[in-house]
C-alpha cells in the first residue's frame, strides 16, 4: 500500500479546496458599455462584475471612482449599495486610493460594501470606500474576510459610521483604516469579528460601539477627537 507524504496531502487539500473553474472578471470605471468582463473588454459597473461571477470566482476592479449603486432592502427599508456582496466572491481592488467606491450626496441611506449571509469564502480588499455612505460597511449575517480598506465617509445624515456589524456577524477584518462621519465601528446585536492592525478613528463621536457585540481588537490604534473612545 503507497503512503502519501504530507506534502502531498497538503496539497491534495488545498486542490480539493480551490475551484476548478474559478474565473476572473474584469471591472473598470473608464470601461465602455457593453464589455464582457474580460481584461480586454472589461464590464464598466461593479454590480454586472458581480452578477456574472459565481461562487469562488474574482473580479478585479480596476483604478477609478465608481459611484453606480444597486438595490436592496434592509431592516425593511429601501436601501442601496455600491458594492452588494451576497455570495462567496473574491473583490479585489488596484489598491488604496486606486479604487474608490464613492456614494454621491444625492445617493441617500447607501451603503459601501452590504454583506448579507455570505461566511469567510467571500473576501474584499485593497479599495476605499469614501464620499456620503450611511454605512461604508454594513454586514448583516456575514462574516467575510476585508483586508486593507480604507473606509473615509463623510458625515452625512443621522448615522455616519465606518463599520457596522450585526445580526451575527464575524467579519475578519485586517489593516483597514475605519474613521465614519460620526462612528467608526459598530458591533451589535449577536456580532463578534476579529480586527487586526485596524486604525479606529473617531471624528465628532464615538470610536467603537459595542451593543451585545464581542470585537477581538490585536494591534489596534484609536484615534480622532471624538466624544467617546469606546462606548460599552
Known sequence: M?????????????????????????VSADAAAGGDGTATAPFRLIAEGMAAAAAGDTVRLGAGVY???VPLVAYGLPRQALLLLDKAVTVVGAGRDQTVLSALPSAVYT??????????????S???????CFQGINLRGASPRLDRLDVVNDPTGGSSVACD????SFAIVRDCLLDGGHTALVVEFGSAGRFVRC????????GLICNDGSPVLEDCVFAG????????
Do not use: C, E, Y
Request: aromatic share 2%; net charge negative.
Open 67 to 69: 459611484s453606480d449603486t
Open 165 to 168: 456589524l450585526r445580526d451575527g
Open 126 to 132: 485593497d479599495l476605499t470606500i469614501a464620499g456620503a
Open 225 to 232: 477627537a471624538g466624544r467617546d473612545v469606546l462606548v460599552l
Open 199 to 206: 486604525t479606529i478613528g473617531a471624528r465628532p463621536n464615538d
Open 111 to 124: 451603503f459601501g460594501i452590504a454583506g448579507v449571509g455570505v461566511d469567510s469564502s467571500a473576501a474584499v
Open 2 to 26: 503507497k503512503r502519501l507524504s504530507a506534502a502531498s496531502l497538503a496539497l491534495g487539500a488545498l486542490l480539493s479546496a480551490t475551484p476548478l473553474n474559478a474565473a476572473t472578471w474584469h
